[in-house]
Structure formats: structure tokens, C-alpha cells
């Protein structure tokens, strides 16, 4: 599929691993699963409970809540970070409409990430307290 550089910059655009180094993100690779989803295969469900990430690295997607079309995507995307630490359900139900060749990052290798590198796991907490406003 695609080479490690290709994916350590996928994942460098990933805002929850946006203060890791290359280092870091070459670790987070090797613990994601390289797939390849056919055309009109629904990776996630709407409701359902949250338990990886999925970083598109080719192919479409199309993202649907409650049935409605809200949005089409190509290229490079990903979703499902929230899941990886509250496995929280799914927001949307994201289908692929071409054939996708994404990494998925389970909440189990992420967990077990984390606990043998705190510094990744320090720069995952900082990137979550970026994106959330203080009050």
C-alpha cells in the first residue's frame, strides 16, 4: 500500500497527534492496520460505539447523519478520533464510494501505545487541551 513516509504525513494531519514528532508517528503507524475497503462498504455507523480511528490514505467517502448527505470527501481525511478515548457513539455513518485504502488505529493498540510511551501519550493530552476552549 502506501510507503511509511506516506503515512506518518497522514497522521501528522490527525489533530490529536499534531505535537508528535516523526519518531512518534512512525510508532503510531507501525500499531495501525493497513485496509482496504471496497466501493459502498459502510466503515462506520451512526449510534454505533466508537472503538478505532480510521485515517483515509486514498479513495471517497461519503459522511450521512440521520440519513442525510452532509458532506462528500476525497483524499485524505480520517474520523473516529474522539472514539480512541471515550468510545463515544458515532456521530455519522461514513460509507466509502470508491475503493479506500485508510489506517485503523484500535482503542486497544492505542491504549497499549500510550502506556509504553508516556511522552506520546503527554502530546496526545496536549493537543486534546488545544482544541478544547478554556473558559
Do not use: W, Y
Request: proline fraction near 4%; include cysteine.
Amino acid at each position: 500500500m502506501f510507503g511509511k513516509d506516506a503515512k506518518i504525513e497522514r497522521l501528522r494531519k490527525v489533530p490529536l497527534f499534531a505535537h508528535c514528532s516523526k519518531r512518534e508517528l512512525a510508532e503510531i503507524a507501525a500499531v495501525a492496520d493497513e485496509l482496504r475497503f471496497p466501493p459502498r462498504r459502510e466503515v462506520i455507523r451512526e449510534g454505533a460505539t466508537g472503538r478505532e480511528l480510521v485515517v483515509v490514505l486514498s479513495g471517497d467517502i461519503e459522511i450521512r447523519r440521520g440519513g442525510e448527505l452532509v458532506a462528500e470527501e476525497r483524499g485524505a481525511n480520517f474520523f473516529g478520533e474522539a472514539a480512541l478515548l471515550t468510545g463515544a457513539p458515532r456521530n455519522a455513518t461514513v460509507t466509502t464510494t470508491s475503493e479506500v485504502e485508510a489506517l485503523v488505529l484500535t482503542d486497544r493498540a492505542f491504549r497499549r501505545l500510550l502506556e509504553r510511551s508516556p511522552e506520546i501519550q503527554r502530546k496526545v493530552h496536549a493537543s486534546l487541551e488545544d482544541r478544547v476552549p478554556n473558559d
